[in-house]
């Protein structure tokens, strides 16, 4: 409902009370409440089943009939219901529709005058009660002449005075186009073309990154594949060593197949993290969630890491706090933790601790290891989770600064996050948080 309708509406009930206030007999307040209300009820119920410029019409119609047909029967005495003539003709200009605003007002000339003839035969109405009516009901209908013409000045064009549209360009008229208008289609042209140059430049651009992309991916793949099998005969072939499958070595021998078996496990943890990572940035790395035991994980790691720890002379243990369970790919959960501990180890003096934890959290549960090693700066914080960045204490030791990345890689793809709080020579806790599983999955 459009502002004007509205407004009449509430004018008409205010006039309807005016009246009866007046003495007016409650059926003629109510017939003339009802000839007031029709116009502005049938336009609101009939939008968008035709043009606004027909809607109008239908209102201006009604409008001049009813009131027409008020001043007839009034023999006169409501002369100032002629005033409704007007909103009709008021009605049909709102629409814009100089034909229609024309066709309005030669109606509502009509009107008058059949109005003045009908009048002179008398009234079936109580002169006081016409009056009454009369004047309450022309009284709203000035009133609603007063707010459209409001609404239409304040309605501006856009090129108006005082108008912040920028100016029109100026038609090209003939054969002697306007310069100002030349110049600015020249300019635009120009713009045109600079924008379909780039983005041909961008796809180009986005096209030879993908293929770049598509060729490490491959790269990595190929190599970490080549690497694995003598990588798996090392490792073996050094447990069996340690492990004196074929009789005793000395003790130094002994010792040479422990670094040798630690060194493989090593290089195959920074393989498998190449391999991942280059998976995950080419979108083709897909975990498989489930319930897994985050404790469990854990436990598998940091009996793993046993042997590094122990010969670095690092305490590295599990903390006892009850199976905790999360939704997550175990795989993608043992490479985080095997990180995490392999991190923690790197940077933890002989002497120090290493504490692995799985604790239930608010939405999900945590994976948290913490060491009393050198720590990180904070400037050193912001960029330790992107790939091969390492801070300065990580240049001092071995690796390729791959560890956190994946990390941060594979803690998206579960929809969680890595937290790191630590601060340079207080050592260092790393958590990475597992949402609980999505509703409805």
Not at 1 to 6: D, L, S, Y
């Amino acid at each position: 409902m459009t502002a004007p309708r509205a407004i009449w509406l509430g004018l008409a009930t205010l006039a309807a009370a005016w009246a009866a206030g007046l003495g007016v007999p409650i059926v003629l307040t109510a017939e003339a409440f009802g000839c007031a209300v029709v116009p502005p009820l049938i336009g609101t119920f009939m939008r968008g089943t035709t043009t606004p410029e027909r809607v109008a019409e239908i209102e201006s119609v009604l409008w001049i009939g009813l009131a027409t047909m008020g001043v007839a029967s009034t023999g006169g005495a409501a002369s100032p219901l002629i005033v409704l003539f007007a909103v009709g003709v008021a009605t049909a200009w709102a629409a814009g529709g100089l034909r229609l605003t024309m066709e309005a007002a030669a109606f509502s000339l009509l009107g008058l005058i059949f109005a003045a003839f009908a009048s002179a035969s008398g009234s079936w109405m109580d002169t006081g009660d016409a009056q009454a009516i009369g004047m309450a009901y022309g009284s709203c209908g000035l009133a609603l002449l007063g707010v459209m013409a409001v609404l239409a000045a304040s309605r501006q064009p856009a090129n108006a005075p005082g108008s912040q549209a920028s100016a029109p360009m100026k038609p090209v008229s003939g054969s002697n186009p306007d310069p100002e208008t030349v110049l600015r289609i020249k300019q635009l042209e120009t713009k045109a073309r600079a924008l379909e140059v780039a983005e041909q430049a961008a796809r180009k651009e986005i096209a030879a990154a993908n293929a770049r992309l598509e060729a490490r991916t491959t790269f990595f793949a190929q190599t970490s594949h080549e690497l694995r099998t003598p990588l798996n005969a090392i490792v073996g072939f050094a447990e069996m060593m340690r492990n004196a499958v074929f009789g005793p070595l000395p003790d130094r021998y002994q010792e040479y197949a422990g670094l040798i078996h630690e060194g493989g496990r090593n290089l195959s943890l920074i393989v498998d993290d190449v391999l991942d990572l280059a998976r995950v940035e080419a979108g083709r790395y897909e975990i498989v969630r489930d319930l897994v035991s985050l404790t469990d994980l854990a436990a598998e790691a940091v009996h793993f890491m046993k042997d590094e720890a122990t010969r670095k002379g690092v305490d590295l243990e599990l903390s006892n706090g009850g199976d905790v369970e999360a939704f997550a790919d175990s795989k993608a959960v043992r490479q985080i933790a095997l990180n995490l501990i392999s991190n923690a180890l790197k940077f933890t003096p002989s002497g120090g601790n290493v504490t692995v934890a799985a604790m239930d959290a608010p939405g999900g549960a945590l994976l948290v290891v913490s060491d009393t090693g050198a720590g990180i700066s904070p400037d050193e914080l912001k960029t330790l989770s992107r790939a091969f960045e390492q801070g300065e204490a990580g240049k001092r030791q071995k690796g390729a600064g791959l560890g956190l990345s994946v990390v941060r890689a594979f803690a998206d793809l579960h929809g969680g996050r890595l937290d790191i709080e630590s601060r340079e020579g207080g050592g260092s806790t790393i958590a990475v948080f597992f949402p609980a599983e999505p509703s409805g999955s």
